[in-house]
């Protein structure tokens, strides 16, 4: 049963260490999951809906790429925008399903370790400097690590594998609830493990009991 909705809690601030750790965990999840799926896994859909696990790969693999970028522009202070445009964000979705489960995992890998690696390279300075994402924020390099973490530690779970929010940790958890419900304008909380909580609020299949339907975040 859900609990009765309540003030949301508040949380410890989080840090660019928790994020690049957390980062660290859920990319090696994602990983892990995606080297045990077949040509046939690899078409079955996800759990987003319209999504083939291709789509869903292929989509955290672009990510990673587009993050590149403004690490570029940390290092280097040339700017250099996550996307060129909306569209070519779409097509390194849609390229998905044409690729086979080998050139998926290859790209996936690579990917994320070359994300990895540039973040490790960034100075103390780089990581001050600012960089816009996507939707158009200003940020300092620092949140990069936290925009990472939540692509790769959500759509984890999204893959269908068997991972699920229960399996993230649970200061990324207490992190994630905090940003959507801010983001959702959401003063109150219902009741209920913190996983399912995560879940509900970020529009993904939970166990809460008569909470509102919200849709997908993320």
Request: net charge neutral.
């Amino acid at each position: 049963m859900t609990g009765p909705i309540g003030p949301a809690p508040t949380s410890p601030p989080r840090t660019a260490a928790d994020a690049r750790a957390w980062a660290r965990t859920g990319t090696a999840l994602l990983l892990d999951a995606a080297a045990g799926l077949d040509e046939d896994a690899f078409r079955a859909p996800s759990l987003l809906p319209g999504w083939t696990r291709k789509h869903l790969a292929a989509h955290v693999a672009a990510n990673a790429d587009a993050l590149g970028n403004l690490v570029h522009w940390a290092a280097t202070g040339e700017r250099t925008l996550m996307y060129a445009s909306a569209e070519e964000r779409a097509a390194g979705i849609a390229k998905g399903p044409d690729l086979t489960a080998r050139q998926l995992r290859t790209w996936l890998t690579g990917s994320a370790h070359r994300l990895a690696d540039g973040l490790d390279a960034l100075t103390d300075e780089q990581w001050r400097r600012q960089v816009v994402t996507a939707q158009g924020r200003t940020v300092p390099a620092t949140e990069l690590p936290w925009m990472r973490a939540r692509e790769v530690c959500v759509h984890a779970v999204d893959l269908g594998t068997g991972t699920g929010f229960a399996d993230l940790p649970e200061g990324f958890l207490t992190a994630l609830v905090e940003e959507i419900r801010a983001k959702r304008g959401l003063t109150a909380l219902p009741g209920g493990p913190l996983p399912e909580v995560a879940a509900w609020l970020a529009g993904r299949p939970h166990t809460l009991a008569d909470a509102p339907r919200l849709g997908p975040w993320l």
